[in-house]
């Protein structure tokens, strides 16, 4: 039998005992697990999404072209120990593997995606938010912003990709790197990232600023702010 579709599936190369022990100790204080995420069935394809089995581009426009000779990304705010990670020192990170499906706002989801890169678990491992880091503020090469609660950030599955069913992923989907958090609506997954902040309060980014709910769960239709 091979991997169950719809859960995420990790190989994190080589089993890292340091991280390990922190994975294991973020279960025993239960931090980071709520959104937790493997669904089947009839509650896999959330409220009010339809399948697609292409991939479409949604974005602001622009598709900034990012080498990855030029790329670097900034982990800063509430951690004990910031990064500024180029391409080299990012590969040198744990690699892993994680298959999830992917929902969009506009009503698309597509199952199935098969991602490589960075987990935000190997990330947080280093960096090590500090316990007033209740929110992050993404931000990318096109002047995107987007927030996500810290918790929701951390979730196992949750990976700053590299590649897309083994292929490196092209730049209208966010190559060289992109955030991918599952299990919320696709615009908090950044494309082109360039900076992490964490935060001690919530803060709104591009579209949570334009009505787009500040949490964006596609299980409780979180499309669109209240007031
Ligand atoms: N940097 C950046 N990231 C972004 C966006 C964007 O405009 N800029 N759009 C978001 C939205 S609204 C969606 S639906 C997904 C689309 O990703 P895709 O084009 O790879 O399908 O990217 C999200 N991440
Ligand atoms: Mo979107």
Redesign the pocket.
Known sequence: MGETPGTASETALPLDSKLTATKRRWAEEGRFLTGRVARSGDHRLPPGQHLVKN??????GQHPSIGTTSWSLDVTGAVETPLHLNWATFQALPQSRFVSDIH?V?TWSRYDNRWQGVSVHDLLDRVRPKAEATHVMLR?Y?G?TTNLPLADFAVEDAILATHWEGEPLTR???GPVRLVVPHLY??K????IERIDFMTADRAGF?EKNGYHMRGDPWAEERYSED
């Open positions: 991939w479409p581009v949604l974005d602001l969009c506009t990318s096109d995107y209208e989907h966010g696709f615009w997954s950044a494309k082109w579209w």
